[in-house]
C-alpha cells in the first residue's frame, strides 16, 4: 500500500484518502526523474532569508534524504534548466499552485504551503508530530519520478493561527501563519514602556476598584470618556510613526484591538456602573460597557478618519454576552470569540448548539465573519484520557463555514497532554473540512507502527469512539469519562492491545519510538481507570455522625471528633506546575450532626508559622484552605467552594453549574495558629445548601449516602514561590483541584 502513495509513475497520491480532496487536477504524459542512482537531478531553489520559504527548503530537503540517501542542494538562484522553485510567500495569501513539467516544479501562490503540499501528495510525505519522536513518515526508494501535473488549492478558513506559534511540525507543516493581526489583552498602559506616566498623569483610564484605587491592574476603564480619546491619541500617533500604541495597532494588515486585560471587568466608577447590566450576570454584566458604549464610539471615529482599517475586538469573561440591541452598521468590527469548553466538548450536541449559536450572534452583530478561539488545554487538563475528537472537528469546521473565518488555536500544554493526532486534523480541517478523521487514522497506524498497525488502529478507534457517547451532564467528570466514555473492560482491552502491539515492534527502533511518544499519555489513563473501577484514586474522606456539632473555635478537641478519621493531603503541585509530595502535612476530618448540618477541620502543620502569610484582605494571597463540595454526590460538574484563611475569614463561591446563588447562609469558621501548625473549623449548616440541584441531606441514618468533592491548602510562606504551594486531597490525576474530574468521595457512616 505504501508504495501506492509515492506518485513515482502514477497521480495515486494526489487524491490519497487522507488528504483534503482537490477539485481540478490537470494531468498530461510525461514526467522528470528528480532522484535516481544516488543523485538528485536538479536543486532546490528558495530565498533562505525568509524563514517560511527556508523552513519548507528545509523539509523538502529533509524528506528527500530520509526517502532516498541523497541530500538535494538548495540555492538561492534558479539554475539554467530544471529546478524546484519555493516561491517567497505573501503572509496574508495561502492561495498555492503546483505544477509539474520538463522545467522540473513550480512551487507558486504562497509558495511554502505549495511545497507542503506537495511533498504530501507527490512524495506521499505526513508530518504527525516532531522528528525527534519519529513523527515523520516517508516512502524509502531509489528512485524519485515526478509525473507531470498542475493544480491548485486555497483554505476554507483564512485565519489559522496558533499559540505557542513556533513549533515546526505544527506551526508551518499544518499550512499556518500568523494571518489576522489580532492583539491579545492589550494595551498595558499601566507599564512605562508603553504607557509611559498615563498612571500619574490619567489615572481614570484605569479601572477603579472596590478598595476605590486605581491602577491596581492594568484594566481599562472603558465608561470613562478619557479612555476613549487616549485610545484615539494613540492610534493617530501610531500611524503617524510618532509613538507606538502599545501594540493593540498593526498598520501592516490595519487592524485597531479592543481586548480587555486577562480577566472580568470590574470597574466601580460612576460611568462604568451606569453602563453594566446586571440582568445579563454573569457573562454579559459588563458587555453594556463595551459593546454599546466604547465600540459604537470608536467604530465611527475609525469609519470617518481611518475607513480600510478594521476593529478586532475579544469578548472575553463577563463581556462575552451578545447584545441583541448592538449591531455594528460601519461594517469595521470583528469579533474574536473565546471559547472556554474546548473544541473537544463540541462533541456533545448541546455544547455544540449553544456554543455554534453564539458565533452567529456575534457574526449577526458585526455583520462580518468571526475568528473563534478555541484551546486544545480544556478539557485536556481535567483528565488524563487521551481522547480523539477529530469527528467533532470536521462536524463543526463544515457547519459554521459561512460565518467562521478561521481560529486562533491555544494548543497550552500539549507536552502535558498529546493530542497531537487532534492537532493534525485540526489544521487538515481549517484547511478544509470535507474529509474523513477516520481515513486519517488509518493511514497514520499503517505508516507509523507497521507490524501494529491492527492493534493500534484498535486503540484508536476505541478512543475516538468512546469520546463520542452521550454524558448525562456535558462536563467532564470522572463518572463521564470512566462511566461512560471508557468503561474498565475497553481501556483493558486498550492495555492488552498496547502490550501486543510493542512485542510486535521489537527490534524496530523507529517504531518504538514512535509508539512510546504515542502512547505515553495512555499509562496513567489505564492507572486511573482501573482506580475509579475499584472505588476511586484514593480512600474516601470518613464523614462520622455525632449527636451535636462541635464547638467552632479553631480547636480540634471536642468530643464530637472523637469518631473522626483523619485523610492526609497526598498530592502536591507547586506554581511552576510540578507535582510532588507536600512540604508539610495537611489532615481533614469531617463529621455530620442530623438536623444540623456537616463540620470539617483541618490541622495545617507549618515549619515556619512566622512566615505564614496573613496581613492581606481575606482569602487574598493568605495562607488557606479551600474546599469544594457536590452535595449531590453526582459529580456532573455543579459544586460549592469555601475559603477560610489562616485568620478564619471565609468567602464562598459556586460553579458555573451550581444553579443557585449562594453566600455561604449560616456558615461559621474559625481557626487557631500554634507553633508548629494552624487548625482550622468550618461549620456548614444543611439548610444553606438544600437548594442545591439534586442535594443528599442525612436525616437520622446515612446508609450509602456520599457527596464527591477535595480540598486544597495554599502556602504562601517558607520554601514556596511568590505564588504558593497548593496541596491537595483528591487530586493525583489532574492539575486542577476545582474540577469534578479530580473530586473524590466524601462517604457518611453511622459509626
Given at each position: 500500500?505504501l508504495?501506492?502513495?509515492?506518485?513515482?509513475?502514477?497521480?495515486a497520491?494526489?487524491h490519497?484518502k487522507?488528504?483534503?480532496?482537490?477539485k481540478?487536477?490537470?494531468t498530461?504524459?510525461g514526467e522528470?526523474?528528480?532522484v535516481?542512482g544516488?543523485?538528485?537531478?536538479?536543486?532546490?531553489v528558495?530565498?533562505?532569508?525568509n524563514?517560511?520559504?527556508s523552513?519548507?527548503?528545509?523539509?523538502?530537503?529533509?524528506?528527500?534524504?530520509?526517502?532516498?540517501?541523497?541530500?538535494?542542494?538548495i540555492?538561492?538562484?534558479?539554475?539554467?534548466?530544471p529546478?524546484?522553485?519555493?516561491a517567497?510567500?505573501?503572509?496574508?495569501?495561502?492561495?498555492?499552485?503546483?505544477?509539474?513539467?520538463?522545467?522540473?516544479?513550480?512551487?507558486?501562490?504562497?509558495?511554502?504551503f505549495?511545497?507542503?503540499?506537495?511533498a504530501?501528495?507527490?512524495?506521499?510525505v505526513?508530518q504527525?508530530?516532531?522528528?525527534?519522536?519519529?513523527?515523520?513518515?516517508?516512502?524509502?526508494?531509489?528512485?524519485?519520478?515526478?509525473?507531470?501535473a498542475?493544480?491548485?488549492?486555497?483554505?476554507?478558513y483564512?485565519?489559522?493561527?496558533?499559540?505557542?506559534?513556533?513549533?515546526?511540525?505544527?506551526?508551518?507543516?499544518?499550512?499556518?501563519?500568523s494571518?489576522?493581526?489580532?492583539?491579545?489583552h492589550?494595551?498595558?498602559?499601566?507599564?512605562?514602556?508603553?504607557?509611559?506616566?498615563?498612571?500619574?498623569?490619567r489615572?481614570?483610564?484605569?479601572?477603579?476598584?472596590?478598595?476605590?484605587?486605581r491602577?491596581?491592574?492594568?484594566?481599562?476603564?472603558?465608561?470613562?470618556?478619557?479612555?476613549?480619546?487616549?485610545?484615539?491619541?494613540?492610534?493617530?500617533?501610531?500611524?503617524?510613526?510618532?509613538?507606538?500604541?502599545?501594540?493593540?495597532?498593526n498598520?501592516?494588515?490595519?487592524?485597531?484591538?479592543?481586548?480587555?486585560?486577562?480577566?472580568?471587568?470590574?470597574?466601580?466608577c460612576?460611568y462604568?456602573?451606569?453602563?453594566?447590566?446586571?440582568?445579563?450576570?454573569?457573562?454579559?454584566?459588563?458587555?453594556?460597557?463595551?459593546?454599546?458604549?466604547?465600540?459604537?464610539?470608536l467604530?465611527?471615529?475609525?469609519?470617518?478618519?481611518?475607513p480600510d482599517?478594521?476593529?478586532s475586538?475579544?469578548?472575553?469573561?463577563?463581556?462575552?454576552?451578545?447584545?441583541?440591541?448592538?449591531?455594528?452598521?460601519?461594517?469595521n468590527?470583528?469579533a474574536?470569540?473565546v471559547t472556554h469548553?474546548?473544541?473537544?466538548?463540541?462533541?456533545?450536541?448541546?455544547?455544540?448548539?449553544?456554543?455554534?449559536?453564539?458565533?452567529?450572534?456575534?457574526?449577526?452583530c458585526?455583520?462580518?465573519?468571526i475568528?473563534?478561539w478555541?484551546?486544545?488545554?480544556?478539557?485536556?487538563?481535567?483528565?488524563?484520557?487521551?481522547?480523539?475528537?477529530g469527528?467533532?472537528?470536521?462536524?463543526?469546521?463544515?457547519d459554521v463555514?459561512?460565518?467562521v473565518?478561521?481560529?486562533?488555536?491555544d494548543?497550552?500544554?500539549?507536552?502535558r497532554k498529546?493530542?497531537?493526532?487532534?492537532?493534525?486534523?485540526?489544521?487538515?480541517?481549517?484547511?478544509?473540512?470535507?474529509?474523513e478523521?477516520?481515513?486519517?487514522?488509518?493511514v497514520?497506524?499503517?505508516?507509523?507502527?507497521?507490524?501494529?498497525?491492527?492493534?493500534?488502529?484498535?486503540?484508536?478507534?476505541?478512543?475516538?469512539?468512546?469520546?463520542?457517547?452521550?454524558?448525562?451532564?456535558?462536563?467532564?467528570?470522572?463518572?463521564?469519562?470512566?462511566?461512560?466514555?471508557y468503561?474498565?473492560?475497553?481501556?483493558?482491552?486498550?492495555k492488552?492491545?498496547?502490550?501486543?502491539?510493542?512485542?510486535?515492534?521489537?527490534?524496530?527502533?523507529?517504531?518504538?519510538?514512535?509508539?512510546?511518544?504515542?502512547?505515553?499519555?495512555?499509562?496513567?489513563?489505564f492507572?486511573?481507570?482501573?482506580?475509579?473501577?475499584?472505588?476511586?484514586?484514593f480512600?474516601?474522606?470518613?464523614v462520622?455522625?455525632t449527636?451535636?456539632?462541635?464547638?467552632?473555635d479553631g480547636?480540634?478537641?471536642?468530643?464530637?471528633?472523637?469518631?473522626?478519621k483523619?485523610?492526609?493531603?497526598?498530592?502536591?503541585?507547586?506554581a511552576e506546575?510540578?507535582?510532588?509530595?507536600?512540604?508539610?502535612?495537611?489532615e481533614?476530618r469531617?463529621v455530620?450532626?442530623?438536623?444540623?448540618?456537616?463540620?470539617?477541620?483541618?490541622?495545617?502543620?507549618?515549619?515556619?508559622?512566622?512566615?505564614?502569610?496573613r496581613?492581606?484582605?481575606?482569602?487574598?494571597g493568605?495562607?488557606?484552605?479551600?474546599?469544594?463540595?457536590?452535595?449531590?454526590g453526582?459529580g456532573?460538574g455543579?459544586y460549592?467552594?469555601?475559603?477560610v484563611?489562616v485568620?478564619?475569614?471565609?468567602?464562598?463561591?459556586k460553579?458555573?453549574?451550581?444553579?443557585?446563588?449562594?453566600k455561604?447562609?449560616g456558615?461559621?469558621?474559625?481557626?487557631?495558629s500554634?507553633?508548629?501548625?494552624?487548625?482550622?473549623?468550618?461549620?456548614?449548616?444543611?439548610d444553606?445548601?438544600?437548594?442545591?440541584?439534586?442535594?443528599?441531606?442525612p436525616?437520622?441514618?446515612?446508609?450509602?449516602?456520599?457527596?464527591?468533592?477535595?480540598?486544597?491548602?495554599?502556602?504562601?510562606?517558607?520554601?514556596?514561590?511568590?505564588?504558593?504551594?497548593f496541596?491537595?486531597?483528591?487530586?493525583?490525576?489532574?492539575w486542577w483541584?476545582?474540577?469534578?474530574?479530580?473530586?473524590?468521595?466524601?462517604?457518611?457512616?453511622?459509626?
Amino acid at each position: 500500500m505504501l508504495t501506492a502513495i509515492l506518485a513515482a509513475a502514477t497521480l495515486a497520491g494526489i487524491h490519497a484518502k487522507d488528504l483534503t480532496p482537490l477539485k481540478d487536477v490537470e494531468t498530461r504524459e510525461g514526467e522528470i526523474v528528480w532522484v535516481e542512482g544516488g543523485k538528485a537531478a536538479f536543486p532546490i531553489v528558495a530565498d533562505m532569508g525568509n524563514e517560511f520559504a527556508s523552513h519548507a527548503a528545509k523539509f523538502l530537503q529533509a524528506s528527500v534524504m530520509e526517502m532516498t540517501g541523497v541530500k538535494v542542494k538548495i540555492v538561492g538562484k534558479a539554475p539554467e534548466g530544471p529546478s524546484v522553485r519555493i516561491a517567497t510567500p505573501n503572509p496574508l495569501d495561502s492561495a498555492l499552485s503546483v505544477e509539474i513539467g520538463p522545467d522540473g516544479v513550480a512551487l507558486s501562490g504562497n509558495g511554502p504551503f505549495a511545497a507542503y503540499d506537495f511533498a504530501e501528495r507527490i512524495l506521499g510525505v505526513r508530518q504527525y508530530f516532531d522528528d525527534k519522536e519519529g513523527g515523520r513518515s516517508v516512502v524509502k526508494t531509489d528512485r524519485i519520478a515526478l509525473p507531470f501535473a498542475k493544480w491548485t488549492d486555497a483554505p476554507v478558513y483564512v485565519c489559522r493561527e496558533m499559540h505557542p506559534n513556533r513549533l515546526s511540525w505544527t506551526y508551518h507543516f499544518r499550512r499556518t501563519m500568523s494571518s489576522y493581526g489580532h492583539a491579545v489583552h492589550t494595551p498595558r498602559w499601566i507599564t512605562e514602556k508603553e504607557g509611559g506616566d498615563y498612571i500619574k498623569t490619567r489615572p481614570e483610564i484605569f479601572e477603579l476598584s472596590a478598595n476605590g484605587k486605581r491602577g491596581v491592574s492594568n484594566m481599562l476603564c472603558y465608561g470613562n470618556p478619557k479612555t476613549l480619546e487616549t485610545y484615539v491619541e494613540r492610534i493617530e500617533q501610531d500611524i503617524a510613526g510618532i509613538r507606538p500604541s502599545g501594540r493593540f495597532v498593526n498598520k501592516e494588515r490595519k487592524i485597531i484591538t479592543v481586548s480587555q486585560d486577562d480577566g472580568s471587568l470590574a470597574c466601580k466608577c460612576e460611568y462604568c456602573q451606569k453602563l453594566i447590566d446586571p440582568s445579563l450576570a454573569p457573562n454579559g454584566l459588563y458587555a453594556p460597557i463595551l459593546w454599546r458604549h466604547f465600540v459604537p464610539k470608536l467604530s465611527d471615529i475609525v469609519a470617518k478618519r481611518w475607513p480600510d482599517w478594521t476593529i478586532s475586538i475579544l469578548p472575553y469573561h463577563n463581556t462575552c454576552r451578545c447584545l441583541e440591541d448592538v449591531h455594528f452598521t460601519n461594517g469595521n468590527v470583528v469579533a474574536w470569540l473565546v471559547t472556554h469548553p474546548g473544541l473537544a466538548m463540541l462533541k456533545d450536541r448541546r455544547v455544540k448548539e449553544e456554543e455554534e449559536a453564539k458565533m452567529r450572534e456575534w457574526y449577526r452583530c458585526t455583520g462580518r465573519k468571526i475568528v473563534n478561539w478555541h484551546y486544545l488545554v480544556y478539557p485536556a487538563s481535567y483528565t488524563p484520557a487521551p481522547y480523539l475528537f477529530g469527528d467533532a472537528i470536521v462536524s463543526h469546521y463544515r457547519d459554521v463555514s459561512d460565518i467562521v473565518a478561521g481560529t486562533y488555536v491555544d494548543q497550552y500544554s500539549l507536552k502535558r497532554k498529546g493530542h497531537e493526532l487532534d492537532l493534525y486534523v485540526w489544521f487538515r480541517a481549517l484547511w478544509n473540512p470535507w474529509f474523513e478523521p477516520s481515513d486519517v487514522y488509518d493511514v497514520f497506524c499503517e505508516r507509523m507502527f507497521g507490524p501494529a498497525a491492527k492493534e493500534m488502529r484498535e486503540i484508536v478507534r476505541l478512543t475516538a469512539d468512546g469520546w463520542k457517547r452521550d454524558w448525562e451532564v456535558p462536563l467532564v467528570s470522572l463518572k463521564a469519562v470512566f462511566g461512560v466514555s471508557y468503561p474498565v473492560e475497553e481501556t483493558r482491552r486498550m492495555k492488552a492491545l498496547a502490550e501486543t502491539a510493542k512485542a510486535k515492534l521489537a527490534g524496530d527502533e523507529l517504531g518504538l519510538r514512535r509508539f512510546e511518544f504515542f502512547m505515553k499519555h495512555y499509562w496513567s489513563f489505564f492507572a486511573e481507570s482501573e482506580e475509579y473501577a475499584s472505588g476511586g484514586a484514593f480512600q474516601p474522606l470518613e464523614v462520622m455522625k455525632t449527636a451535636e456539632p462541635p464547638k467552632v473555635d479553631g480547636v480540634l478537641d471536642d468530643d464530637a471528633w472523637k469518631p473522626a478519621k483523619g485523610s492526609a493531603f497526598v498530592e502536591g503541585v507547586n506554581a511552576e506546575h510540578v507535582i510532588k509530595a507536600p512540604p508539610d502535612a495537611t489532615e481533614m476530618r469531617a463529621v455530620w450532626t442530623p438536623g444540623y448540618g456537616v463540620t470539617f477541620g483541618f490541622r495545617c502543620f507549618e515549619a515556619h508559622m512566622d512566615k505564614v502569610v496573613r496581613n492581606n484582605p481575606p482569602c487574598v494571597g493568605n495562607d488557606q484552605v479551600e474546599f469544594f463540595i457536590d452535595p449531590s454526590g453526582s459529580g456532573n460538574g455543579g459544586y460549592l467552594q469555601i475559603a477560610v484563611d489562616v485568620n478564619g475569614s471565609a468567602k464562598f463561591y459556586k460553579s458555573r453549574r451550581g444553579a443557585m446563588p449562594w453566600k455561604g447562609e449560616g456558615v461559621v469558621a474559625a481557626a487557631k495558629s500554634y507553633a508548629d501548625r494552624w487548625e482550622l473549623e468550618v461549620y456548614v449548616p444543611f439548610d444553606s445548601i438544600r437548594e442545591f440541584p439534586g442535594a443528599r441531606i442525612p436525616n437520622l441514618g446515612a446508609v450509602n449516602l456520599k457527596w464527591v468533592g477535595n480540598a486544597t491548602r495554599m502556602r504562601y510562606g517558607e520554601g514556596t514561590t511568590k505564588r504558593g504551594y497548593f496541596s491537595r486531597l483528591f487530586t493525583k490525576f489532574n492539575w486542577w483541584n476545582n474540577h469534578t474530574a479530580a473530586f473524590g468521595i466524601f462517604q457518611f457512616k453511622e459509626w
